[in-house]
């Protein structure tokens, strides 16, 4: 298996900076996501790792050896792209076995590991179909088929679900996780979407403006987001306030409140929550209040989802569960909600 090492990256259009000194140690075996908005460099970053583009400053290394200056097809990867870019006058087999042809593998060895891949997709039965005979997500089976079949030692995908419908992105998440592990093969993926990275990812790199933002498994987007920016991508809700010293501590002033800061947060000039850990006032010890005015309801079966515009601040949607003791609010009605002291995180 490969690992892959990327020292300090950059690249750049002309005078626009694309990455800025990206730095990833990603693990052999290892399913990594690239994720972020259009424009922030990680279809970049992808090129960078498969020869197709040059950096402008950086290294890039598999294993121990590095690859800057190295050919594409002389690194032994395989891509799979947004569309599945067949050959519209060949055959399933013959697309598949292309690669194989142009590495001049034999034809008996040829048919055998066609077969094996387009089995690994539950495509076998394909073989002799016209790619304009299938379906988009059969086309993407198709195409990723035709990486597997070369045995590559890196597998990139460069947002290959976009086109497809969710039932179909769903079908093909699944099966791309479960042909990553049962291979083991180290995976690159390209995405914008915040789901699709949490369901696949062990690891999320996150990239904004063409930094490094995070590098981190899913759940500490959740728990732990390093930066501000990371926390609002990952649907935190952040404040920020003045700070105020006085003897008894630093205080964070906010349009929502005045929040005492933990010795452990530095000097903070934001602070954050996420707005599912909003529950009913109770009166709990070691919890902030927030008041506001409910904008809209919206029934979601199993939730109700209140729009709170918060007193002087922004709003935040609160879900609440539908049961017998369910808050029955509507629009226009006043709502307290609480968050625990311990939920919040603090940002310089």
Known sequence: MTSVHLNEISAAYGRNRVLAGITLDIAAGEFVALLGPSGCGKTTL?????????????????NDESVIGEAAERRRLAMVFQKPLLFPYHNVGDNVAFGLKMKGVARDDRTRRVREALALVQMEDFIQRNPRQLSGGQEQ???????LVTEPRVLLLDEPFSALDEKLRAEMRSLVKSLQQ????????VTHDQNEAIVMADRIALLLNGGLEQFAPPRDFYLAPRT??????????????????????????????????????GRPGSVAFRPERLKIKSNKADSLVIEGRIERVTDLGTILRYRLAIDDGDAVDIDLPVDDQMFTGKAGDRLAVEIAISDLRFFD
């Open 46 to 62: 992808l090129r960078i790792i498969a020869g197709l583009m040059a950096p402008e400053s950086g290294d890039l290394r598999f």
């Open 141 to 147: 089976r198709i195409a990723l088929a035709r990486a």
């Open 228 to 265: 501000e920016s990371a926390a609002r991508f990952f649907g935190w809700k952040v404040w920020r306030g003045e700070l105020v010293e006085e003897s008894d501590g630093l205080r964070l002033k906010t349009s929502i409140g005045i929040f005492d800061v933990p010795d452990h947060a």
């Open 182 to 189: 049962r291979l083991g093969i180290t995976t690159i993926f």
